[in-house]
């Protein structure tokens, strides 16, 4: 198993809105950057795609834990398993504080290939989603 986790960042936006914003699939597709994406389909619970170079991916929500915790596994016809934990959590002054942790299983030259870049992608990851959550969030 590959764990790639990363920073903790600040949304300035209450942890009940953040949560309830990521932990429906469908808000997704505001996320994603069209030409980054092709075939987006989305429902409260599931989400596929297909990303030029990967294939398609597809995801589910397997555990909500209100205000702490979003955890997705990955859908069958995704290149590879996975899980990502969304983690957040309140800051003193309300701001909610986000994280991502990705647990994939990849075949030795998937991980040759893109275990380096994982522990990168995951942050910008998060980071791309924490700017968009302060930005977008009322």
């Known amino acids: 198993m590959t764990t790639a986790q990363s920073s903790v960042y600040i949304v300035n936006k209450e942890n009940k809105k ?3 914003f ?7 597709e505001s996320i994603i950057p ?4 092709k075939g987006f389909y989305s429902d409260h619970n ?4 297909r990303v030029d170079g990967i294939g ?7 555990q909500r834990v209100p205000y702490e915790i979003i955890r997705l596994e990955s859908g069958e016809k995704s290149p590879f398993k996975f899980e990502l934990n969304i983690r957040i959590g309140k800051t003193q002054n309300l701001a909610t504080q986000i994280e991502l942790t990705l647990n994939a299983e990849l075949n030795p030259s998937m991980k040759m290939m893109i275990g380096s870049y994982l522990n990168k ?3 910008k990851a998060a980071e791309e ?3 968009f959550l302060e930005d977008n969030l009322e």
């Open 18 to 20: 953040v949560f309830d």
């Open 22 to 28: 990521l932990s429906d699939l469908s808000n997704l």
């Open 34 to 37: 069209e030409n980054r994406v």
């Open 46 to 49: 599931c989400c596929s795609f």
């Open 56 to 62: 398609e991916v597809s995801f589910r929500i397997v």
């Open 121 to 123: 992608g995951v942050d």
């Open 129 to 131: 989603l924490s700017k």
